[in-house]
């Protein structure tokens, strides 16, 4: 995924395009800050005759899917499990725990 900011000028407002190789998967508008993302990327970004410069990448909230899911232990405590995480004390000593095995 690559963030770009047109910088042709003219016409072309100056939105943040998010572009996965040539594919257009989400933009941003001139002034704004909320991504508009497409349900099916646009193939074929077309950048000839246009100008782009590096955009901001922190616009799109490019999602990692590593939502936390919550694990009760044995004793009634609740722990937060992502994919390489749990809030408990063992994984915060060990670097694992067994409830990283309940995850997904
Ligand atoms: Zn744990």
């Known amino acids: 995924m690559e963030a770009v900011i047109e910088t042709t000028g003219g016409l072309f407002p100056a ?59 044995s004793s009634g405590q609740v722990y937060t499990v992502t994919e390489d995480s749990c809030s408990c004390a063992g994984f915060t000593y060990r670097g694992t725990c067994k409830h990283m095995g309940k995850h997904g």
């Open 15 to 73: 939105h943040t395009y998010l572009l996965d190789s040539n594919n257009l998967v989400a933009y941003v508008k001139t002034g704004e800050t909320t991504a508009f993302y497409f349900k099916n990327p646009i193939k074929g970004f077309d950048k000839r005759g246009r100008k782009f410069a590096p955009g901001n990448k922190n616009l799109f909230n490019i999602k990692k899917e590593t939502h936390g899911k919550t694990v009760i232990g």
